[in-house]
């Protein structure tokens, strides 16, 4: 609903996030964020019950809850402009990047299955692992 002057309303995005309406109480502006539990169903959220992340090096963002019925923590990708719109009407973000370990260049042959099963061994054999960390030493 849109009442004139002192509310917003936003249109419904996606079926399990929308962002209902912005209120005047009073001298501040409530937000009231509608989000959907899976267990619990629909339910009314303030901009501090729902943090957004961002990862900055894909540019792709969600934001996550925790029911305060059921305990149970939502997640949800979100769109740009949704992500902006809440953003700016003051959901707290948090940012972070992908592993440094995806873009190291690699060499070598991958790793198998027989591979595995002899590290395996190795770890459980106390000589082989003692030899195996005094090799490591010794090139270091
Ligand atoms: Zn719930």
């Known amino acids: 609903m849109r ?15 929308a962002l209902s309406h912005v209120a005047r109480c009073r001298t501040v502006h409530m937000t009231e964020i509608r989000a959907t539990c899976e267990t619990c169903g629909d339910l009314q959220l303030g901009v501090d019950d729902l943090t957004l992340r961002l990862c900055v090096d894909t540019a792709v963002g969600e934001f996550h809850f925790t029911c305060a019925e059921c305990s149970k923590v939502t997640a949800q990708s979100v769109s740009g402009p949704t992500f902006d719109l809440l953003q700016a009407a003051g959901v707290s973000c948090d940012e972070w990047n992908l592993p440094q370990e995806l873009f190291e260049q690699r060499s070598g042959p991958r790793i198998t299955h027989d591979d595995l099963l002899e590290f395996h061994g190795a770890l459980n054999d106390d000589e082989s692992f003692a030899a195996a960390m005094d090799s490591l030493i010794r090139e270091s």
């Open 3 to 17: 009442s004139a002057g002192s509310s917003r309303t936003f249109a419904p995005f996606c079926l399990l996030f």
